[in-house]
T-cell receptor, first 112, second 115 residues
Framework: KAGVTQTPRYLIKTRGQQVTLSCSPI?????VSWYQQTPGQGLQFLFE???????NKGNFPGRFSGRQFSNSRSEMNVSTLELGDSALYLC???????????FGPGTRLTVL | AQKITQTQPGMFVQEKEAVTLDCTYD???????LFWYKQPSSGEMIFLIY??????QNATEGRYSLNFQKARKSANLVISASQLGDSAMYFC????????????FGQGTRLTINP
């Protein structure tokens, strides 16, 4: 069974631009979560989607948004990029809320 | 609110020795899950082991075991017979089963296995 895939793996953007990251969960998994990892703040929860509905959102500004499609694939978007948005963005999928989350390889975003 | 504390920023262990990585947690929820993940330098988070709050036996997965002490709110990871490939960052995390899926992570422990 294929694991969680994330595209692109690396991304370089400039301040003010916007970016869209994609995540394909493990087949059959309906829950997709996104996390931001930075050296200063560690791993922080962004949001979680289940069956196309956002069920939970972390403490991030409205510039961070996401969505989930009917095939469970998810995208997250960051608008008006700031230098502090440079991070590793990890996507994780699980069968439901009672199961372990499996992570993808991450997208490393650099904002210049 | 949930909180995970990992008090060991770094650990150095000789190959083939056993190692214990500490994790304490704080939550007011009755139903929750505890996880350990390994993150090599490549960045990917690798799931290692899971313990549910109502599980009476400690979880084990191959060389990994979780020493769960509910009254002390600790969930230490034990790696037996460490290998060079075990060198990585290790994160303890938890989630509540009341509500949406959301992992809360500790700050991590960087484990280095010396030959």
């Amino acid at each position: 069974k294929a694991g969680v895939t994330q595209t692109p793996r690396y991304l370089i953007k400039t301040r003010g631009q916007q970016v869209t990251l994609s995540c394909s969960p493990i087949s059959g998994h309906r829950s997709v979560s996104w996390y931001q990892q930075t050296p200063g703040q560690g791993l922080q929860f962004l949001f979680e989607y289940f069956s196309e509905t956002q069920r939970n959102k972390g403490n991030f500004p409205g510039r961070f948004s996401g969505r989930q499609f009917s095939n469970s694939r998810s995208e997250m978007n960051v608008s008006t990029l700031e230098l502090g948005d440079s991070a590793l963005y990890l996507c994780a999928s699980s069968l439901n809320e009672a199961n372990e989350q499996f992570f993808g390889p991450g997208t490393r975003l650099t904002v210049l | 609110a949930q909180k995970i504390t990992q008090t060991q920023p770094g650990m150095f262990v000789q190959e083939k020795e056993a190692v214990t990585l500490d994790c304490t947690y704080d939550t007011s929820d009755q139903s929750y899950g505890l996880f350990w993940y390994k993150q090599p330098s490549s960045g990917e988070m690798i799931f290692l082991i899971y313990q549910g709050s109502y599980d009476e036996q400690n979880a084990t997965e191959g060389r990994y075991s979780l020493n769960f002490q509910k009254a002390r709110k600790s969930a230490n990871l034990v790696i037996s017979a460490s290998q060079l490939g075990d060198s990585a960052m290790y994160f303890c995390a938890m989630t509540s089963f009341q509500g949406a899926q959301k992992l809360v992570f500790g700050q991590g422990t960087r484990l280095t296995i010396n030959p």
